[in-house]
């Protein structure tokens, strides 16, 4: 079945870049998001990119995709507290179809 | 861009009760929702396809019948969860796609739901 994986926590300090990874096993993913959830909040969509992309990027948000890797990143520049959050991947194929999520990244952002 | 609203954001119930979340979308039609269910520090999982004017289909290992979802209009989905049980504590959200876009969905803020 689907499957799509991330680590679990990344610490970072305000003004680094952070750079959190996915990996995702359907090879017909035809679109590959990420999502921001702060807590106890709903789910904003960040960026997304298709699969014939390599690279997408969004001010300060940089999504790399390697599809020979089924490999997922996403890079936050000079990152900010506010940027603390949990971060998901996911994947889809598009259309009306559903996605598939990761268990998500937490990232903390100290000062 | 478009705004997904759900109701209530939080609701605290005795076990047994019944609870019903909405799912509306507020400047577009929507005539497939999705509802996902969250527990703590995991990830979203998809529990049921919610379309107008025809029966949800709902993932494996769903019941139905403890999830009940109607989709009467293009603009609103509910979720009724019956006869609760603190098992079914959890944060619900819902999603609908918007026709014509690049496939994103949009996300309603979730219902957090305890149950006592």
């Known amino acids: 079945g689907e499957d799509v994986e991330q680590s679990l926590f990344l610490s970072v300090r305000e003004g680094d870049s952070s750079v959190i990874n996915c990996t995702y096993t359907?090879?017909?993913?035809?679109?590959l998001y990420w999502y921001k959830q702060e807590p106890g909040a709903g789910l904003q969509l960040l960026t997304y990119?298709?699969?014939?992309?390599d690279m997408k990027q969004d001010q300060r948000l940089t999504v790399l995709l390697n599809k020979k890797d089924k490999h997922l990143s996403l890079r936050i520049a000079d990152t900010q507290t506010g940027d603390s959050a949990i971060y998901f991947c996911?994947?889809?194929?598009?259309?009306?179809?559903?996605?598939?999520f990761g268990k998500g990244t937490m990232l903390l952002v100290s000062p | 861009g478009a705004v997904v609203s759900q109701h209530p954001s939080r609701v605290i119930c005795k076990s047994g009760t019944s609870v019903k979340i909405e799912c509306r979308s507020l400047?577009?039609?929507?005539?497939?929702m999705f509802w996902y269910r969250q527990f703590p520090k995991q990830s979203l999982m998809l529990m049921a396809t919610?379309?107008?004017?025809?029966?949800?289909?709902?993932e494996q290992g769903v019941e139905k019948d403890k999830f009940l979802i109607n989709h009467a209009s293009l603009t609103l989905s509910t979720l009724t969860v019956t006869s609760a049980h603190p098992e079914d504590s959890s944060f619900y959200i819902c999603?609908?796609?918007?026709?014509?876009?690049?496939?994103?969905?949009?996300f309603g803020p979730g219902t957090r739901l305890t149950v006592l």
């Open positions: 999603s609908a796609p918007l026709f014509g876009g690049d496939n994103e969905q949009f």
């Open positions: 359907d090879s017909s993913s035809t679109y």
């Open positions: 990119i298709f699969s014939n992309m």
């Open positions: 996911a994947e889809s194929m598009g259309g009306y179809s559903t996605l598939t």
């Open positions: 400047d577009f039609q929507a005539t497939t």
């Open positions: 919610s379309n107008e004017g025809s029966k949800a289909t709902y």
